[in-house]
């Protein structure tokens, strides 16, 4: 009952406004106008006139369409923003991917153990010597990042043997990596080949630690006061 009568108010309204509109004189000067206009002419005012109608119904939907996919862009680059500053706070509380540097003589020691492992007599075992310029190789690593190279030779051996060797030495785990090698056919052989092997070893150095607080609250490496001594217990200057 309430819908019928609402439609009924509607109805009412809509024959006062038409009526209103049709004894105005703007209306009727239109009409006529309109009415001595050809045919043609009468059809595409009409067609002209609906098509601005459905533009203005359309630029509703149109606008809101506007503003939610702005809204979605938005949305995504706030999101993709939050995800890598969550990407960046996961990372920073992670362990480093690289363990303490090793010296000069400790990687010597590393490779000499591998190629022990090889079983190689003492006769394919050449020079080591320090891979010069590994510091400068700014390329490999950031200025931060320790870098200590060997040079290793390596005689008399098979293509299978380097295979192994190369092979080992790139899966010494993070840290020390073969980043390249010489191969040379052996003077007088034809199966056997000279191999001189580049090793890197690529660390992070450890974070100075302050020490921990003294019981006046400073850190307790902090140096003794260099003031005047106290007193002797017991006496008084005269």
């Known amino acids: 009952m309430a819908f019928e009568g609402l439609q009924e108010n509607l109805k009412e309204r809509w024959a006062e406004l038409s009526a209103k ?37 359309l630029s509703f939907p149109l606008g809101y369409l506007s503003t939610a996919s702005d809204n979605m862009m938005q949305f995504e680059e706030n999101r993709q923003m939050i995800q890598g500053l969550l990407r960046a706070s996961r990372i920073s509380k992670e362990a480093s991917p690289l363990p303490p540097p090793l010296d000069p003589g400790m990687l010597r020691s590393q490779v000499e153990r591998v190629l022990r492992e090889k079983q190689l007599v003492p006769e394919q075992m050449g020079e080591m010597a320090p891979l010069p310029g590994t510091p400068a190789n700014a390329a490999l690593a950031p200025a931060s990042v320790v870098q200590n190279g060997l040079a290793a030779q390596i005689k008399q051996l098979t ?13 010494q785990g993070p840290g020390t990596k073969l980043i390249g090698f010489d191969i040379v056919q052996t003077a007088g052989q034809t199966h056997y080949y000279d191999l001189i092997l580049r090793v890197v070893n690529f660390g992070l150095p450890a974070v100075a630690d302050s020490g921990p607080p003294g019981p006046g609250g400073g850190t307790g490496n902090r140096p003794p006061s ?12 005269e």
């Open 21 to 57: 509109v049709q004894e105005s004189s703007a209306f009727n000067t239109l009409r006529e106008r309109f009415e001595s206009q050809t045919p043609p002419v009468q059809k595409a005012i009409v067609i002209g006139g609906a098509a601005l109608a459905a533009l203005f119904l």
């Open 159 to 171: 293509l299978n043997q380097i295979v192994d060797i190369a092979n080992s030495f790139q899966n």
């Open 226 to 237: 260099r003031g005047a001594p106290p007193p002797a217990d017991g006496g008084d200057e």
